[in-house]
């Protein structure tokens, strides 16, 4: 009888300090997949290298960019070959291929990358000769980037992130000028 009584015992131990271990554990990964692990949005930048064949005539503008993509996350992102395009006030300009690249976990890389504007679809736009004369026009790029975010070389989640650029071309100074917002969903 006291050896029922004290296995008894030892096993309401047992399940006390196994019912308080899981609760820690529980708690430590809901903090960290909220805190830490939480997905954050990667920093897309778009920089205009130049304009290059510049020249209404003969319809051709050439954008080079230099796009960045900063992987603020723990887990590497793979993303599948893809196309942004250019809109000029609703119309498709250009179209700018992304080819497959891996960004590593709380890494960095620069794509090189030129859009060819069909020239031809600006200056049909009603609104084009308004932009020349006020100095600018203002395009938007979109790009979507489908891929899989790798943590700890365990966990493959399928993800997309959404990139929108506002793009002005100075037509003065033959400059450019963008700013980037992006959203990663998983």
Known sequence: MANAKTSRKGLKICGIVTAIFIAILVIVITTLSLTIFKPKDPDITANPVGLRNISFSSLNVTIDMMVTIDNRNYGSFKFQNSTAYINYRGDIVAEVPLEEEL????????????????AEKLITNP???NDVEAGSLNMTSTATLHGQV????????????????????WID???????CRSKIKL
């Open 150 to 169: 790798k943590v700890f070389k365990i966990f493959k989640l399928h993800a997309r992130t959404v990139s929108i650029c506002s793009i002005t071309i």
């Open 173 to 179: 100074t033959q400059s450019l000028e963008s700013k």
């Open 103 to 118: 960004v590593p976990a709380r890494g960095k890389i620069n794509i090189t990358t030129s859009a060819v504007i069909e």
């Open 127 to 129: 609104n084009f000769w």
